[in-house]
């Protein structure tokens, strides 16, 4: 009899592909076990009338995972790495990072666009927000919550003039054909983890080989980038964003940070060593904090 290995995701269509993904990759390395999906709706799932930074943040895409890994209702939880909050339990460790998809975020027009360029956006990221507003004078975003689908019909319903969406997630759920362009990271950084999946376990209680889809370049890529969220971050809201690119034995690492009371906008860059990741995301951080708290 093979042995069960029980693999954890949210129950969107979205979430559920990616979860294959691995689960997938996982058969084929080890066909001696038997990888089995469970799904589950987190509370971040089921409340879509509050913004995220109005009930709790994105720890509440991964906190019913979270419980049942600790109680071994599963063995593994997949996770896209962006929801994953920056101070992870030390009892329950990132134990792989797949390799990275499109880290870039796209934008998706109506099945029958009205407003070209777009007036009003949906998006509920303020990151997005802010950047987008930079690029587009005179673009108004408003808030979106919801799945894919549940987004692509408020779009094609009318709702909004277009949405902004990560392109992985798209590429992913097989919604390639309704991208119309994609944005540059130069044009918008993108969230820290973009197009990174994680696995989460207990920490010592792995029950498999997981480096057959681990990939060490988009580990350090994802180590320096939530390095650099953590240390501006400290509680507050502020759109922050970070994006390393990895190329041979270096990481070059761009950060933005925003203060949204005094309409403050900083970007900076900075490249080392690969295995200086967790450092480099630090040092960042401190120099654009420093240089914010030197402006007057």
Known sequence: MKKIVKIGSRDSALAIAQANLIVNHLRQCHPELDCELITMKTTGDRILDRSLEKIGGKGLFVKELDRALRCGEIDLAVHSLKDIPMDLPEDLPIVACFQRGDPRDALVLPLSPRQTPPHVVGSSSSRRRIQLQRLWEGVSVASVRGNIQTRLRKLDAGDYDALILAAAGLQRAGLSHRISRYFSTDEILPAAGQGILAVQGRKNDVPVDLSCIHHPASAAAATAEREFV???????????????QVSGGEIHLTGLYYREEQN????????????????????LAESMKKEAEERP
Do not use: V
């Open 230 to 244: 953590r240390m501006l971050q400290g509680g507050c809201t502020s759109p922050i964003a970070a994006y390393a």
């Open 264 to 283: 403050d906008f900083f970007r900076s860059s900075c490249t080392g060593p690969l295995e200086q990741a967790r450092q480099l995301g630090g040092l």
